[in-house]
């Protein structure tokens, strides 16, 4: 097999690919042989050795990846329901950067007709994200206003086009012109572009009561006024801090991360209480151990591919042996939809 390998964090020199033995699936887990694996902003901020649970889980040196999709190829003792030459796509906590990757039977899931090796691999960490963020912790209804921040973004995107099944009316913010196209293609009810507007001038506009729910992945640059741009009731729901990390650099600057982490907002219980308000934060990469809360909305997710209630992410595509360039590509900050690498 082939898999990306990072033996110290650091930039994109950092990510080598390195030839090792196949694995071979033990007791209830499956072998495949992946055609495509998808990246994640998370996978970066593994490389710069900055996520606490990579280092929880597996130290260094450290495949990352969490999603792919290919065709399985051997299966162990006690797995009767899947077999070799299944069209699959799944799910891991790290390690998916190669071409060949053993799951546990449950972490994988038939491939819909419908969807591509690399769509496939694009598809269960953006949506079980969103669908973690809009149904289990925001409890979306119909009506419910919402505002999504990069909307035009892996997570982003599948927020919107999630909020839009649950009757939402869904408001996306992008960081760029070149971004609004694809938010539009999402479904975005409506669309700030923070580039050439002022976006809390323009989130008030549209939304003068203040939002049901506030889905926020930049941290400290916006997460002070998402909160204050809640109705009340509202839930602002926070899930990332990509804007900690300078963009296209490569690397974190020590200094920046402090001066950010200090100016973070804290959100006070007296507060909370008298504003009516609430703020959520999670890492799925944690809940891996109650994977039975989570792991079977991907059977419905994939049923609303199946039913073409979803679309699939747009993806673009990178060579396994250029993962430096999709990285850099997905920390510059200017892409939209999924970037994946094709490991065939
Ligand atoms: N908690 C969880 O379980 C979980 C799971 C998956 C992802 N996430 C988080 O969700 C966020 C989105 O992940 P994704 O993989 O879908 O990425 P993505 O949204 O496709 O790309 C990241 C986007 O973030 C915005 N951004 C803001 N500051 C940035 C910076 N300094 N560098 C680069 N981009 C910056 C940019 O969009 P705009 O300029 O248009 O805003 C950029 O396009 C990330 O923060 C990730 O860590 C969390």
Same mark, same amino acid.
């Given at each position: 097999?082939?898999?990306?390998?990072?033996?110290?964090?650091?930039?994109?020199?950092?990510?080598?690919?390195?030839?090792?033995?196949?694995?071979?699936?033990?007791?209830?887990?499956?072998?495949?042989?992946?055609?495509?694996?998808?990246?994640?902003?998370?996978?970066?901020?593994?490389?710069?050795?900055?996520?606490?649970?990579?280092?929880?889980?597996?130290?260094?040196?450290?495949?990352?990846?969490?999603?792919?999709?290919?065709?399985?190829?051997?299966?162990?003792?006690?797995?009767?329901?899947?077999?070799?030459?299944?069209?699959?796509?799944?799910?891991?906590?790290?390690?998916?950067?190669?071409?060949?990757?053993?799951?546990?039977?449950?972490?994988?899931?038939?491939?819909?007709?419908?969807?591509?090796?690399?769509?496939?691999?694009?598809?269960?960490?953006?949506?079980?994200?969103?669908?973690?963020?809009?149904?289990?912790?925001?409890?979306?209804?119909?009506?419910?206003?919402?505002?999504?921040?990069?909307?035009?973004?892996?997570?982003?995107?599948?927020?919107?086009?999630?909020?839009?099944?649950?009757?939402?009316?869904?408001?996306?913010?992008?960081?760029?012109?070149?971004?609004?196209?694809?938010?539009?293609?999402?479904?975005?009810?409506?669309?700030?572009?923070?580039?050439?507007?002022?976006?809390?001038?323009?989130?008030?506009?549209?939304?003068?009561?203040?939002?049901?729910?506030?889905?926020?992945?930049?941290?400290?640059?916006?997460?002070?006024?998402?909160?204050?741009?809640?109705?009340?009731?509202?839930? $602002?729901?926070?899930?990332?801090?990509?804007?900690?990390?300078?963009?296209?650099?490569?690397?974190?600057?020590?200094?920046?991360?402090?001066?950010?982490? $200090?100016?973070?907002?804290?959100?006070?219980?007296?507060?909370?209480?008298?504003?009516?308000?609430?703020?959520?934060?999670?890492? $799925?990469?944690?809940?891996?151990?109650?994977?039975?809360?989570?792991?079977?909305?991907?059977?419905?997710?994939?049923?609303?591919?199946?039913?073409?209630?979803?679309?699939?992410?747009?993806?673009?595509?990178?060579?396994?042996?250029?993962?430096?360039?999709?990285?850099?590509?997905?920390?510059?900050?200017?892409?939209?939809?999924?970037?994946?690498?094709?490991?065939?």
């Amino acid at each position: 097999m082939k898999r990306v390998v990072i033996r110290r964090p650091g930039g994109w020199d950092r990510l080598e690919l390195e030839e090792a033995p196949d694995p071979t699936p033990s007791d209830g887990e499956v072998l495949v042989r992946t055609d495509a694996a998808g990246v994640n902003y998370a996978d970066v901020i593994v490389r710069m050795g900055l996520y606490e649970s990579a280092k929880k889980y597996v130290g260094w040196p450290i495949t990352p990846g969490f999603e792919m999709a290919g065709t399985v190829t051997a299966v162990g003792a006690g797995v009767e329901d899947v077999a070799p030459g299944a069209r699959v796509l799944g799910v891991s906590r790290f390690g998916a950067y190669a071409t060949h990757v053993v799951l546990p039977r449950d972490q994988v899931f038939a491939l819909p007709r419908a969807m591509t090796a690399s769509e496939g691999a694009a598809f269960p960490a953006v949506f079980l994200t969103a669908w973690y963020a809009l149904f289990e912790l925001a409890g979306a209804k119909p009506g419910m206003r919402v505002l999504v921040h990069s909307a035009a973004g892996g997570v982003g995107g599948a927020l919107l086009q999630l909020a839009r099944i649950a009757g939402c009316t869904t408001v996306g913010v992008v960081g760029s012109s070149a971004k609004v196209e694809a938010a539009r293609a999402l479904g975005a009810g409506a669309i700030i572009d923070k580039s050439t507007e002022d976006l809390w001038r323009a989130a008030r506009r549209h939304a003068p009561d203040g939002y049901d729910a506030v889905f926020d992945a930049n941290g400290v640059e916006t997460l002070g006024e998402s909160y204050e741009h809640l109705a009340a009731p509202g839930r $602002l729901v926070v899930y990332g801090f990509a804007t900690m990390i300078p963009r296209g650099r490569g690397r974190p600057s020590w200094p920046k991360l402090a001066f950010d982490w $200090l100016r973070t907002p804290r959100f006070d219980p007296l507060r909370l209480t008298n504003d009516n308000r609430s703020v959520m934060g999670f890492n $799925l990469s944690y809940l891996f151990e109650r994977r039975a809360a989570f792991l079977p909305a991907l059977e419905q997710l994939l049923g609303w591919i199946e039913a073409g209630k979803l679309a699939p992410p747009r993806v673009t595509e990178f060579p396994l042996n250029e993962v430096a360039r999709a990285h850099r590509a997905l920390e510059s900050g200017t892409t939209t939809g999924k970037l994946v690498l094709l490991t065939r």
